[in-house]
């Protein structure tokens, strides 16, 4: 049973930082690519950012990028999203989401598990 639990969420003032963890409960953690995604109220899940297996390989939203910088702890089982300069448009709830493929997706239909999300209040 695979388990992702996000934690960190919170509110913040715009221009603020906050730092999203996802805890995985995964055998064999690197063999996932792990991805963050977002969804603000009436509108569809979008794609944050991606890393790879190892996590050399970092894809971002353009929305985000020189941000927001995800990383991850393969001996922690844990992927994390370091978010700065946040925006009120930035106002979600925050997903983590795992996928087998080696470097990772933007599409959340190709992400095999998800977490049950974090909310994120940026105030202006």
């Known amino acids: 049973q695979v388990q992702l639990v996000e934690s960190g969420g919170g509110l913040v003032q715009a221009g603020g930082s906050l730092r999203l963890s996802c805890a995985a409960s995964?055998?064999?953690?690197?063999?996932?690519?792990m991805g963050w995604f977002r969804q603000a109220p009436g509108k569809e899940r979008e794609f944050v950012a991606r890393?790879?297996?190892?996590?050399?390989?970092?894809y971002y939203a353009d929305s985000v990028k020189g941000r927001f910088t995800i990383s991850r702890d393969n001996a922690k089982n844990t992927v994390y999203l370091q978010m700065n300069s946040l925006k009120p448009e930035d106002t979600a709830v925050y997903y983590c989401?795992?996928?087998?493929?080696?470097?990772?997706?933007?599409?959340?239909?190709?992400?095999?598990?998800w977490g049950q999300g974090t909310q994120v209040t940026v105030s202006s």
């Open positions: 995964i055998r064999t953690f690197s063999n996932y690519a």
């Open positions: 890393i790879s297996r190892s996590g050399v390989s970092t």
């Open positions: 989401a795992a996928d087998l493929s080696i470097f990772g997706a933007r599409l959340p239909n190709e992400y095999e598990y």
